[in-house]
Every structure is written in C-alpha cells, then in structure tokens.
C-alpha cells in the first residue's frame, strides 16, 4: 500500500470533516454559524480526469430556505433550485429529500490561478499558484515561481456576477492588491444611479460600513475598475446582481482572502455546457446561458462535441436532454448506462 503524505492526509481529513458537518436546523442558522462552515479542498484529479466532489443529499427541515441550505454547503439557493426541478427558493417542500450538487466538472484550460465561469457563477482556485512579481510597473514570472509552486488541491467557490447592463467581464489578470475593510470610493455612474433611484447617495463608503457591498475583504485585479470582494448582502451570492465586480459570501471570501497571494494569475471565462472525464466516463454540465452569448445552447453543444473530438462517444439524445434540463449537475453522455449504476443496457 503506498504511503499517505502528510499534504495528501490532510486534504482528506478537511474533505472528510465537511462530509460529516451536521447541518444546522433551521432555528440555527445564522451568520456566525455559517462563519465556521468548514472549508473544503479537493484534490486534483489526475490525467484524464476532470471531477471534483460527489453528490449529497439532504432532507428539508421545517424553515429551511433553500438560501440558508445553499450557504451552508458551499452553494447557492439558484444551484439548489436548479438541480431539483427548479423548488421554490423560499419554501421547499418540508420532508423532501434534494440533491446538492457538490459535484464539478472543472473548467477547461490550465489548471493553476483563480478560474471563474461565469454561467456556472462559480471559482475555482488551484493552490498553490505560481505567482507574478513586480517588477517597476511590470509583473514578470520567473520560471522557480512556475518550477517550485505545482498546484494540488482545488478550492471551489459561488459568486454573484453583475447584472446584465453590466455583465462581468472576460479575460485573464492578475491579482494586483489585497485590502482588509476596503473603502469603496464610488464611481461616477454608479454614484448617479444610485442618485437617480434612492434620491441621495454617497462618493465614497468606509470600510467596515455594514452599508458596504464590498464586505471585508477585496482582491484587486489587474482588469480596471473590478475586483472579487466580499459582500453586505450574502443572498445575492449566486445572482446578478453587482455592477461586474465578483462577490462571494463572507466566510469564502475570507478563506480565499488568506490563500491568494499577490500576483496570482487568474481568468474569467465563459463556457455554458462542460465535458469531463471520470475513469473512462464522458459527462456533461450544462448551465444557463447568463449573458445570452450563444443564439441556441444546443447548436452550441452540438459544435462543442464536434470540436472536442466526442461525436463518437456522445449519445446525442442524452446531450440534448442536459441541455433542455440545465440542472447543473454533471450528467453521464455515452451510451448504454452509466458504469456502476446497476442498470442493465
């Protein structure tokens, strides 16, 4: 039997350790509480793997919400919703038992840095990251950062992107900054919307203001004018709701806050519908088209099986019912049943 090193043991211990966390009843739930939410690191799969976490369960108590739910486990009321017909976030049938999807497919391209898909709404951050350094006014990395610093766990995280006025942006940066308490000097236009809609506003809010939808702790990026930060308002995790600025609930903005250093490279991509790999096991995750890019999600499926190479490993009926159901959770695409089952072909 080889050996388990002490890095591998102590990924297991924390994945284990969330596994067995009692969720709160709905009488406990509170903001201290979900501030002790353990926090989990997966490892990586190796090559010709592409999954992360196992799906759970859990039966609905009395009061419970699926926003209250959705925090606890490390997600979001819309994931929940989604990957059970589409509940209703504030009334779940009491007694039902729901999936959670804790099950990810992880994103395509490198894996190292801070990744964001955003239809998913989700990040992904591969520690430890080789990191850029200043340099002047530029950043350079020297081939000891990529040599020395091999990711090997992954921490994934839901956010809240902005709205469709002012989509989040694509493309690659840099962490640039970290703020503790960050005041947030309020831009023009934002100042005049605000303006316009409550009939006063603020240039600037300080750090620490329970008024601050920055939260307590920022990240800057490289991209103008946006950052991932925390949030005053944890419901609007998992919504478009900012002004393109990635917002995540204050216990994982925190975590990811201690982990990040100044310099990691990150990217935010798009991609509505994931292919991964498990032992030999094609599955697809297919999520919403949030900022409308594509004129059809299937056509646009379809050209991702054909630019992929699967057209012979797809069941083409099986992708287009992930496709129609957008559930979120990976969903097996070959033919004949999924290995392991037990359902006869």
Known sequence: MAKTGPKLLAVLLCVLAAALAPAPGAHAWSDSGFAKR??????????????????????????????????????????ISEANGHLDWWLPPRGRVIVLPTEHILPPGARTGIVLNAPEMRLYYYYPSPAYRWRGKHLVKTAADGASLRPSVVYTFPVGLGRYDW???????????????????????????????????????????????????????????????????????????????????????????????????????????????????????????????????????????????LTDKVDMKKLEAAVEAQTGVPTYVMPGPEPGSGERG
């Not at 699926?66 to 979001?76: A, E, K, P």
């Not at 990026?221 to 946006?226: A, N, W």
């Not at 990811?256 to 991964?276: A, M, N, Q, S, W």
Request: negative net charge.
């Open 38 to 79: 353990p926090d989990v690191a997966y490892p990586i799969p190796g090559a010709g793997n592409d999954l992360i976490g196992t799906l759970t369960t859990y039966q609905v108590r009395k009061g419970d919400s699926l926003l209250d739910v959705g925090r606890w486990f490390g997600l979001t009321a819309r994931e």
């Open 167 to 309: 989509k989040t942006p694509m493309g690659d940066f840099v962490v640039r900054g970290k703020t503790r308490n960050p005041t947030w000097v309020v831009p023009q236009d934002i100042y005049e919307e605000h303006l316009e809609r409550d009939g006063e506003a603020e240039h600037v809010v300080a750090g620490g203001d329970p008024d601050n939808p920055l939260g307590l702790f920022r990240l800057e990026l490289t991209l103008p004018e946006y950052a991932i930060h925390g949030t005053n308002n944890p419901w609007g995790v998992g919504l478009e709701v900012s002004h393109g600025c990635v917002r995540l609930y204050p216990e994982d903005i925190e975590h990811l806050f201690h982990k990040v250093k100044v310099g990691t490279p990150g990217r935010i991509i798009y991609e509505p519908v994931k292919f991964g790999w498990r032992d030999g096991a094609l599955y697809v995750e297919v999520h919403e088209d949030l900022y409308a890019r594509y004129p059809g999600l299937w056509k646009h499926a379809a050209q991702q099986v054909e630019r992929l190479g």
